[in-house]
């Protein structure tokens, strides 16, 4: 129950990412982006709506045949072990993928070092210094 609990987990988890926050979608068009999100606003309305709808008939099932406690521990540790499982899955997923960045050309440009991010925060805060002093950006 636990690796069928991680596997659905990641699986929507990577589904909303796509639909609603991936870069991919981000960076394109408002129109695009408001579609994307759209998309996955409604995979996720659709997917709550249908468990609500079963619901009733779940609880039902339970209490007739005395099974709600052993449910209710089996959600609650399936719950814990798949929040860890996705979570531990995505983060070796993000760091294989963001040291593969440096091997591929077309993606260096999408990698972000520590070096680059402070050269780019002390750029950005000379040029609002020098705003500030042209009178062009509010002190």
Known sequence: AVLYSVVADTFASV???????????QRGPAEHRRVGERIGQGVAVVLALFLIWNL????AYQLQNEFLGETLRTFVFCKIGSLL???AFQTCLFYSLWHAQ???P????????AELYNEYVAHEMGRRERMKQQGLAPA
């Open 106 to 113: 077309r993606f260096r440009r999408h990698r972000v070092t």
């Open 56 to 59: 009733p008939t779940f609880f």
């Open 85 to 87: 499982g996705t979570s």
């Open 15 to 25: 589904l909303f990412f796509q639909l609603i926050i991936c870069a991919c979608v």
């Open 102 to 104: 440096k091997r591929i």
